[in-house]
């Protein structure tokens, strides 16, 4: 079959591929879009004609005509942090095997470009999953109007599907293990950031020095604007370039970044580690098993926490009524030689 010369001048049609292939439209139609029955020759010959008239798929009058895109929104707070790219690659594990594209944004940890985003994103949607960038606030309870699936964080009063991780156990079980290595002063770094994730993460480590009947002296807990490593170091410098008899002697960290910057301010100010600083940190990432000494740290079990969300979404847009599921996952100590 040739077709080249009969090429339409503007963008093929469905009509023009079953004219071309000598069908009636609504057997090209059900060949192009992969629904309803059509025969094997009819299948070959509507396809044959399509590549012949290189006629590409609308894929937005589809969605007008289905109700449908097909396509999931994915809002996370920093692309460029390991953690997430995990996640997402759990999400795209679940999804994209029922036939779901992944349509990804960066909120940069701002409440405002994040609602922006889901904003941006949900008329082109049928989901939104979505890593907060704060736990509370005005606007925080504004329904998408799409189904809605947060990870690692939630948002105060919004009754929707979640999957979290135990952050406040994980984080006490980090500060016992110091404690148990005879550290009494021990130390915070954290972001100010307003995420659920890092403020439970913190009352575990408050809650932790309480059990054992240690105060926990606000000078021992140094705090960054965001999530950065730049600025950890710079908070890190503060808290450990005291005089020994009043440095921490042990510091536990509630995130990738925040454990980087204290590990550069440990090597700049020639501490060493675990002899004059221990280190437990929350959230494995690569690196902390490549440095010597390898890093103590609350392992999450972040390719999980992708696909538990990719699958309660699955169930969400299965049925829009279902009753509302949050999900927390166990986190697991690993114990290395940063802490003694």
């Not at 929104?73 to 594209?101: H, K, M, W």
């Amino acid at each position: 079959m040739s077709v080249g010369r009969d090429r339409p001048a503007s963008s093929p049609t469905v009509a023009d591929v079953a004219q071309a292939a000598g069908v009636s439209f609504a057997t090209a139609a059900r060949a192009l879009g992969g629904y309803g029955h059509v025969s094997a020759k009819a299948q070959a010959v509507v396809e044959a004609a399509a590549s012949e008239l290189e006629y590409r798929r609308n894929d937005v009058a589809r969605a007008l005509a289905s109700g449908s895109t097909r396509s999931v929104g994915l809002v996370v707070g920093d692309i460029e942090n390991p953690f997430f790219a995990t996640v997402s690659r759990g999400i795209a594990d679940v999804l994209e095997p029922e036939g779901y594209t992944l349509l990804l944004a960066n909120s940069d940890e701002d409440p405002a470009r994040e609602a922006r985003a889901i904003e941006a994103l949900r008329t082109q949607v049928d989901g939104l999953l979505v890593a907060p960038a704060a736990s509370s606030g005005a606007d925080r309870t504004r329904d998408p109007g799409k189904p809605l699936v947060l990870l690692d964080r939630t948002v105060t009063g919004l009754g929707v599907d979640s999957v979290t991780v135990e952050n406040a156990a994980g984080a006490a079980r980090a500060v016992e293990h110091l404690i148990a290595g005879e550290h009494r002063r021990i130390g915070l770094m954290t972001s100010r950031a307003g995420s659920s994730s890092t403020a439970q993460r913190v009352r575990g480590y408050r809650a932790a020095l309480k059990r054992a009947g240690l105060a926990a002296d606000p000078a021992w807990e140094a705090v960054t604007p965001g999530f950065a490593a730049a600025d950890a170091r710079d908070a890190a410098l503060d808290l450990l370039g005291v005089a020994k008899r009043r440095r921490v002697t042990a510091v536990f960290t509630t995130d990738n970044f925040m454990t980087h910057g204290v590990w550069l301010a440990a090597r700049e100010l020639g501490l060493s580690v675990p002899g004059d600083l221990a280190i437990a940190a929350f959230d494995d990432v690569d690196w902390l098993t490549l440095v010597d000494p390898p890093v103590t740290a609350v392992v999450q079990p972040v390719m999980e926490l992708g696909r538990e969300a990719g699958r309660l979404l699955l169930r969400r847009l299965a049925d829009p009524t279902a009753p509302v599921r949050r999900v927390r996952l166990a986190t697991e100590l690993v114990v290395r030689a940063s802490s003694g």
